[in-house]
Every structure is written in structure tokens, then in C-alpha cells.
């Protein structure tokens, strides 16, 4: 099981707010952005194209009434391909800015006769917890996807349609938008399962050995469980909005599997708080052992200077220097056995406290 580190600060952002004052609808692209590439799928119950495009205005060709087609742009940084995306398919200036400079947070939104759908895509790379958006624009008769990072978060999708699995050649638009975003929350349960298994990692090793990264790493698992929170939890606030409205692109059918994918955003979120829940156990059971074993520690040093106070004393006393011959001179000095009656003495006061702490109760980690 590999440590999931939450080191997302330092990774770049392929996004950046526009000036402060800017007019609305300014789209702001980062220098690291990658340049969009759109890939086109038009499909019916009868026919299917698939094509790569270079220009926007070609895309023209795969729309009409009869068909669906899906736009999938991976990619962010060019600003002319989404501004012409944006008169094309008659999206609103402000809600294709939030899809170019990201950062937002998840939400359903309706612009008339289109709605703006934004999903936080999570995977981890290299050890690191990456959190990318994913905006959706519904039509009536077609979907517009923007990846800010290119990644194959839709492979099992691109199959169904393929290979006519499942009713989505049967289906409108708006069931489409329902399996990208149901395979987005599919992909938060390997996640938030490889966190739980880190935890419970965590938890075997704290009893039998205890090292100075141990509050590091449960630090880190705190942070990368927040992150999950704050992608999850607003996504499962937006499908409340869906469910009960009478939104006219979601047929009732639809809102049906659009229930289903609330129901796995709630088991997510209780799970994640779960496990912060138990990251703090963990933290707080940490720090108890690392007191209790700091006690123990003192304990044995105080005892062991307890004892060698007297004898140190003693040893001092009889190190002093007098003159031998004068009167009133140290006992034991002028004895033959004085040096063994010394340490027989020292012995002695050695024993009888080590019997006065074992009384005491002081030896026992009770």
C-alpha cells in the first residue's frame, strides 16, 4: 500500500483568476496549459462517428437534430477554441469562463436552455492527490466536456457507445451527462478505499512501534481527506438541486440514475468523515503513546538517579581531604576492612530504597 501524500500545493495549477477588474467572461490561461485537443462522437440507436478535429468549425458538421454529439476537449489553453465553442453551441461567456480558468467549486448551474455541470476529477499521481476539473455544458442534442488535464477518465463510456451496450445509443443527451458524471464518482471509491486501508495501516503499526513521521503522515491523510470532502460533498448538494425540479434537459428517467448517483456521493461523504474521524483518534492515540513511553522513560531515570544520590553523597564525603594523623579524623579510615564497610553501607541504603520504590509501587507502568 503506497502512502498517499497530500503534496497537491506543490504541484502546478494549469489555472489562474483573471486581473482584478476584469471584464466578465475574461478567460485567464495559465503558460503551463496544455494545448486542447477535441475529439467528437456523434452517435444515434444506428450509426456512430468518431473523429479527432484540429478546427472548431468543423464540429458544425456533426450536429444535428437526429443524432447526439459529444465534444470531449482535453485541455485548456488555448482561448479562441473555447470562445468560438462558446458561440457555437450558444454557451453564456461567464459560465465558459469558469470551465477555462477552473478552480471552481462543484456545482449544477441552468443558463436558459443549457445547463453547466462542474465535477472535480481526483486521481493520484506519483504519490500525489491531483484534483483537476471537469466542466459539462447539456444541450438538447449534444454535450460539451472540457478536461483541464487530459486524462482517460471515460474510457468504460467511449466502450457502451461503441459497442451498444446499455440504453445510452437509445438515450437523449442528458443520460450522456448522467454516465460522465456517474464514472467520475465511480472513481472517487478507489480512492477513498486506498485511504481506508492507509488508516487501518496506520492504526496496526502506532501500537507496535512508534516514529517521528507517524504525525506527519496522519497530518497528510487529513489534508487529502478534506480535499476529497470539498470535491465530494458540494457535488452531492448540486444532485439535490436536480432531483425535484422539473428541469426540462433531465428526463424523469434520468433523474432516476441521477438519484442513484446521489445515493453514492452520500456513502462517500460519510465514509470520508469517518475517516477523519478516525484520523483524529489516531492523532490523539499517537500522542498518548508517545507521552506514556516519554513517562516511562523519565521514570527509569529517575529512579536510577534517586538510587545514586546517596551513594554519590557518600562517595563525596569519604573523598574529602583530611589530614589523617589529626585528632577528629573520618571514621573507618584507620580500619582494615573500612573500605568494605563502606560499600557494604552503600549497598545497603542501594537496597533499602530500591525496596521503599518497589513498595511504593512505583516500578509497575500502572
Not at 466536456?145 to 442528458?174: A, M, T, V
Not at 478505499?193 to 496522519?218: A, C, P, T
Request: with cysteine; proline share 4%; net charge negative.
Amino acid at each position: 500500500m503506497k502512502s498517499l501524500k497530500n503534496n497537491t500545493a506543490k504541484l502546478p495549477r494549469f489555472s489562474k483568476r483573471p486581473a482584478p477588474g476584469a471584464l466578465p467572461g475574461t478567460f485567464a490561461i495559465s503558460q503551463d496549459a496544455e494545448t486542447p485537443t477535441l475529439a467528437v462522437i456523434q452517435y444515434n440507436s444506428e450509426q456512430l462517428v468518431e473523429k479527432t478535429v484540429t478546427d472548431v468549425d468543423s464540429i458544425a458538421d456533426y450536429i444535428s437534430d437526429d443524432t447526439i454529439t459529444w465534444v470531449n476537449v482535453q485541455g485548456v489553453g488555448d482561448a479562441s477554441t473555447f470562445l468560438q465553442l462558446s458561440n457555437m453551441f450558444g454557451v453564456h461567456r461567464l459560465a465558459m469562463e469558469d470551465a477555462v480558468n477552473g478552480m471552481q467549486r462543484p456545482k449544477i448551474e441552468s443558463y436558459g436552455e443549457k445547463i453547466f455541470i462542474v465535477v472535480r476529477v481526483l486521481s493520484q499521481v506519483a504519490k500525489h492527490l491531483r484534483n483537476d476539473q471537469l466542466s459539462i455544458f447539456l444541450g438538447n442534442n449534444f454535450v460539451l466536456s472540457i478536461q483541464e488535464k487530459p486524462g482517460d477518465h471515460f474510457g468504460s463510456i467511449l466502450e457502451q457507445i461503441r459497442e451498444s451496450k446499455g440504453c445510452i445509443r437509445k438515450s437523449g443527451s442528458d443520460y450522456l451527462t448522467y454516465a460522465l458524471i456517474d464514472a467520475i464518482i465511480d472513481s472517487y471509491f478507489p480512492l477513498v478505499g486506498d485511504f481506508g486501508e492507509e488508516i487501518e495501516l496506520v492504526d496496526e503499526q502506532l501500537s507496535s512501534s512508534v516514529r517521528l513521521n507517524y504525525m506527519e503522515k496522519i497530518h497528510d491523510l487529513r489534508g487529502d481527506l478534506m480535499t476529497l470532502r470539498r470535491s465530494i460533498r458540494p457535488l452531492r448538494d448540486a444532485l439535490i438541486s436536480v432531483k425535484p425540479t422539473n428541469t426540462e434537459l433531465f428526463c424523469e428517467e434520468t433523474k432516476i440514475y441521477l438519484r442513484d448517483c446521489y445515493d453514492h456521493t452520500n456513502q462517500l461523504v460519510d465514509l470520508l468523515d469517518n475517516y477523519r474521524e478516525l484520523c483524529s483518534h489516531l492523532r490523539d492515540y499517537h500522542m498518548s503513546i508517545v507521552s506514556n513511553r516519554m513517562n516511562e522513560v523519565m521514570k527509569v531515570l529517575t529512579i536510577t538517579g534517586t538510587i545514586f544520590i546517596p551513594l554519590s553523597f557518600i562517595t563525596g564525603l569519604y573523598g574529602m581531604n583530611f589530614d589523617t594523623s589529626l585528632p577528629g579524623n573520618m571514621p573507618l579510615l584507620k580500619l582494615p576492612f573500612g573500605y568494605i564497610m563502606a560499600l557494604s553501607i552503600m549497598v545497603g541504603v542501594a537496597g533499602s530504597m530500591l525496596v521503599f520504590i518497589w513498595r511504593k509501587g512505583w516500578f509497575s507502568s500502572g
